[in-house]
């Protein structure tokens, strides 16, 4: 919510200054970069944690609750925690070799990565959760039609 709110200053102000010269605000567009790539990993972790992120899942529902079911949502969990793994690595590699900085503030672009794995981080941590949720989950049909959620 802090940087969305930032940002959402930042352009407000950015947009007035146009209107009602205020001063130079170039320096700006910088640190709403720096929040919108914040917002947006930070943001897709929590996306993850939630259940809430886009995914196709029509055959997942009409499988919910089965033995088919279950072993389908262990192995779509277990290529995702894969995928994780190797995006999370990627992006430290990437955080950890940067060295170029921002062209205002002269900040490591090191600051502009790290959201990267951190949210990598936090998606595997998620993801192993919802696995172990998984593999203890019942796997018989259940009363009511509603799909089974482990995320």
Known sequence: MATFGTICVLMTVGVANRFLPLGSFGWSDEIVELMQVWTVFIGAAELWRCGLHFRVDIVPQQLAGTLTGKALDILLLACSLVF?????????????????????????????YAPMPLSGALMIVFTLSSLAAAIRAPARRKETDEPAKYL
């Open 84 to 112: 994780l793994i190797v995006f999370t690595w990627q992006a430290f590699t990437l955080t950890r070799n940067a060295i170029n900085v921002s062209p205002i503030f002269a900040l490591s672009r090191r600051l502009w």
